[in-house]
């Protein structure tokens, strides 16, 4: 699936939107997951807070004529991107939210399809890209371990 730039800067101005209520200065709020729900057949997406109360939203034409089966992958992978770039810029480094908290991926029965993003100063997910040598390394560790 791939999304014009006007429709990537709709995303990303609604994730700054659904977040710009944590920018206040006031008092840390607790929020442990903002839900992202992309609806494929009406091209919307939605954000919500753990109270199930709306954040922001937004309808991204080409969410409505996409028919692969693999919305959700690809969905995830567009809101991974823009998520990971508004991290790197600092945005969520104003927020009065405590920290762990998660931007999590759910379907329409708002069922957890995968967590896209978990914001913690001392906690970092493993994935596919920083598993990548590591049998490798762990291999010639032994080795030369084995070997004195």
Not at 132 to 139: I, S, T, V
Request: glycine share 4%.
């Amino acid at each position: 699936m791939k999304l014009s730039q006007s429709s990537l800067a709709l995303l990303e101005e609604t994730l700054k939107k659904a977040i710009s209520r944590y920018t206040c200065g006031c008092e840390q709020t607790i929020v442990t997951d903002i839900h992202l729900q992309p609806n494929q057949n009406s091209g919307e997406l939605s954000v919500f807070d753990d109270e199930d109360e709306e954040l922001a939203n937004a309808t991204i034409e080409e969410w409505m004529t996409y028919d692969g089966d693999d919305f959700y992958e690809n969905a995830e992978r567009v809101l991974s991107n823009i998520l990971c770039n508004l991290k790197n810029a600092g945005t969520f480094d104003k927020l009065t939210i405590l920290k762990p908290f998660s931007f999590v991926l759910v379907d329409d029965e708002k069922e957890t399809i995968a967590e896209v993003l978990l914001l913690d100063d001392d906690t970092l997910l493993v994935n596919d890209e920083l598993l990548k040598g590591l049998d490798e390394e762990l291999d010639a560790f032994l080795k030369d371990l084995l070997e004195k």
